[in-house]
């Protein structure tokens, strides 16, 4: 699956447990700006790590006025739109499946981290991040139903062709997500060390940004990408992970889960795997 010049059709994760369905929103704000609209797929599914945390702490339904209540803002502006329920064991490779069956440009996944204080997601949510061929947005209960600035962060300081790949990714689509919304696109590059100042030129040319737009800081990549995405109030943040297999894949406390943890805002994950045309 590649990510092409669209994000018509979007993937919604749909928790069967949460009374606010944060992603289905961000689906219907992204219907009233992306050309030609939106088709929605609802994924209808209980991560089984949430189960064994609630299971006989809370009893939960969804009966026919649930599905209606569901249905009902897609009914109202004429959105075309799927629907699935699914009981899974292993929730990220259904959802890796559901996205390839409808050839997903984007998915969608709200955070509840009001509730917990900070985002905690599970590991199958962090495997699905490693593992999706399209982006992965996380939706923040606090961000605001628009889009006026997009933040891509970029790593200049390797010459890994998969880091290459990743800044490709992040540039084209941070690049998509701001011509659709007319939004202001910036570029943040923190480096820890004198030695690995970026290249400024490359910067503008790779990131596709203006001049004024590049933000370029010494200092730990988690507290620049959050100091600038303060400072422009940046109302999505686009950063990468590298798609991993066996034992590293499990391993946790890497750079981008740093970065989703501090961020109180949309984020939006791509992984190394995925690629543009």
């Given at each position: 699956m590649t990510v092409e010049n669209q994000l018509n059709k979007v993937l919604v994760a749909i928790d069967p447990t949460e009374k606010e369905h944060y992603a289905l929103k961000r689906a219907l704000m992204m219907n009233e700006f992306i050309e030609d609209g939106v088709k929605i797929h609802l994924f209808i599914a209980l991560d089984p790590e949430k189960l064994h945390k609630i299971h006989d702490a809370n009893d939960f339904s969804c009966n026919s006025n649930w599905f209606t209540e569901l249905f009902k803002p897609m009914d109202v502006e004429k959105i075309e739109y799927t629907a699935e329920v699914i009981w899974t064991e292993n929730w990220h490779l259904s959802m890796l499946d559901a996205s390839k069956r409808h050839e997903a440009d984007i998915v969608i996944l709200s955070d509840y981290?009001?509730?917990?204080?900070?985002?905690?997601l599970s590991s199958s949510k962090w495997a699905l991040l490693r593992d999706s061929k399209c982006p992965i947005l996380i939706v923040d209960p606090s961000s605001k139903l628009q889009r006026n600035n997009v933040l891509a962060a970029l790593n200049m300081q390797t010459d890994d062709p998969r880091y290459a790949q990743l800044n490709r990714n992040i540039a084209g689509v941070s690049s998509l997500i701001a011509n659709s919304y007319g939004a202001e696109k910036h570029i943040v590059?923190?480096?820890?060390?004198?030695?690995?100042?970026?290249?400024?030129?490359?910067?503008?040319?790779?990131?596709d940004a203006r001049?004024?737009?590049?933000?370029?800081?010494?200092?730990?990549?988690?507290?620049?990408?959050?100091?600038?995405?303060?400072?422009?109030?940046?109302?999505v943040v686009v950063i990468g992970t590298l798609a991993r297999?066996?034992?590293?894949?499990?391993?946790?406390?890497?750079?981008?889960?740093?970065?989703?943890?501090?961020?109180?805002?949309?984020v939006m994950v791509i992984n190394s795997t995925t690629h543009r045309e």
């Amino acid at each position: 699956m590649t990510v092409e010049n669209q994000l018509n059709k979007v993937l919604v994760a749909i928790d069967p447990t949460e009374k606010e369905h944060y992603a289905l929103k961000r689906a219907l704000m992204m219907n009233e700006f992306i050309e030609d609209g939106v088709k929605i797929h609802l994924f209808i599914a209980l991560d089984p790590e949430k189960l064994h945390k609630i299971h006989d702490a809370n009893d939960f339904s969804c009966n026919s006025n649930w599905f209606t209540e569901l249905f009902k803002p897609m009914d109202v502006e004429k959105i075309e739109y799927t629907a699935e329920v699914i009981w899974t064991e292993n929730w990220h490779l259904s959802m890796l499946d559901a996205s390839k069956r409808h050839e997903a440009d984007i998915v969608i996944l709200s955070d509840y981290r009001r509730k917990e204080g900070q985002t905690v997601l599970s590991s199958s949510k962090w495997a699905l991040l490693r593992d999706s061929k399209c982006p992965i947005l996380i939706v923040d209960p606090s961000s605001k139903l628009q889009r006026n600035n997009v933040l891509a962060a970029l790593n200049m300081q390797t010459d890994d062709p998969r880091y290459a790949q990743l800044n490709r990714n992040i540039a084209g689509v941070s690049s998509l997500i701001a011509n659709s919304y007319g939004a202001e696109k910036h570029i943040v590059n923190a480096y820890e060390s004198s030695e690995d100042f970026p290249d400024r030129a490359k910067l503008i040319r790779d990131g596709d940004a203006r001049q004024e737009n590049i933000h370029v800081k010494i200092g730990d990549p988690t507290e620049i990408i959050a100091e600038v995405a303060d400072k422009i109030n940046a109302d999505v943040v686009v950063i990468g992970t590298l798609a991993r297999k066996g034992v590293i894949a499990a391993m946790r406390g890497n750079k981008s889960e740093d970065i989703i943890r501090k961020l109180n805002r949309d984020v939006m994950v791509i992984n190394s795997t995925t690629h543009r045309e």
